[in-house]
């Protein structure tokens, strides 16, 4: 699609996110609206201050906990509403927890924005659902070649030998507070870890958010209410920052472990001084990104928030068309 083409389309990408311009909405926006579509809760997609806020019922609940009061219209998966003559739906990213990709029907057009999104399965929230379109709009978080994640079974592992190898010692698990620290733990349950699992005090309302809207995390405790002796042998959940921190001196010589995909970069482990990589990711790797292009063929793909290029020459190279969206304000806050 030629730039003059892309501008005078009915839904236009600038800096600030991506306008629906016949409903007069905007796409997960980075400054304040009369009316915005939240893909997921994750900062760098959902912002406090729009005039009106539609979104999932727990994507809503999620910034409700991080903003208080949001002026928020739930739409459940696969209801519809229309505004402007767009028919607008909700479906599920399964990035996290009430994650959704929009799909805008208009002019007989179907454009799918899918903000984050992973195609793996999640203990934590509902699949990803292929939703045939004309226009794919695909995040590129992870789109290079070399992002290959590996499967989440053997990183569980990893982590469940560090501790089981080292039980004087506890394991301090770097994850990001909304999607990642839940998935982890949720993972761990269904590796058959029943112990309790210790938390810092940052990630336990989102914890609880995520068990009352039915996610099962099973038995949390918190570290400040724990001797530190009691934290031998367990395993510790922490917001990343709090990795280096004065507060990891409170369990008992932790090996330092970080979860995020961007662990296949060792610089990026050596950097954070992690001691044990879990290469987690709620984000498609490249192999993911490329499979659903492929399966859905769209007449167009869009790709923004990563490595566009890559992407985008893999889709000329097979003759599909493709471009790059300029929008800022995205960063890697859930990775």
């Known amino acids: 699609m ?11 990408a600038d800096r600030t996110g991506i306008h629906v311009r016949p409903a007069d909405l905007w796409i997960d926006p980075s400054v304040p609206r009369p009316a915005a579509l939240i893909t997921h809760g994750h900062a760098d997609h959902a912002r406090g201050g729009h005039g009106e806020t539609i979104a999932t019922p727990e994507t809503l609940a999620i910034m409700g906990l991080r903003y208080g009061t949001v002026d928020g219209r739930p739409l459940r998966y696969g209801e519809a509403f229309e505004r402007g003559g767009v028919r607008i739906s ?31 399965p999640d203990p934590t929230c509902t699949p990803f659902e292929p939703v045939p379109c004309d226009i794919f709009v695909t995040e590129a978080t992870f789109g290079l070649p070399v992002f290959r994640h590996p499967p989440i079974e053997q990183e569980v592992a990893k982590l469940l030998n560090a501790r089981a190898a080292n039980p004087d010692r506890c394991v301090l698990v770097g994850a990001y507070a909304l999607g990642k620290a839940q998935r982890v733990i949720a993972e761990l349950r269904r590796a058959s870890h029943a112990e309790p699992i210790y938390l810092h005090g940052a990630l336990e309302k989102m914890c609880r958010l995520y068990e009352t809207l039915g996610v099962d995390l099973g038995e949390l405790r918190l570290v400040s209410e724990t001797e530190k002796e009691d934290l031998s042998g367990r395993i510790v959940v922490c917001p990343p920052s709090a990795l280096t921190d004065r507060w990891s001196r409170r369990p008992p010589d932790p090996i330092t472990a970080m979860a995020s995909g961007w662990m296949r970069v060792r610089q990026r482990a050596r950097a954070r001084q ?14 993911e990104l490329t499979a659903t292009i492929a399966m859905l063929r769209p007449t167009e793909t869009w790709v923004t928030h990563g490595a566009e290029e890559a992407l985008v020459h893999w889709c000329t190279q097979r003759q599909m068309r493709a471009r790059a969206l300029a929008v800022a304000g995205y960063e890697d806050e859930d990775e």
């Open 274 to 287: 992690v001691e044990l990589p879990l290469i987690i990711s709620d984000h498609a790797d490249w192999d």
């Open 90 to 120: 909700l479906h599920p990213a399964g990035h996290v927890l009430g994650s959704a990709q929009i799909l805008l029907e208009h002019a007989g057009e179907r454009v799918v924005v899918t903000g984050d999104y992973k195609t793996r």
């Open 2 to 12: 030629s730039n003059d083409r892309a501008s005078s389309h009915w839904i236009a």
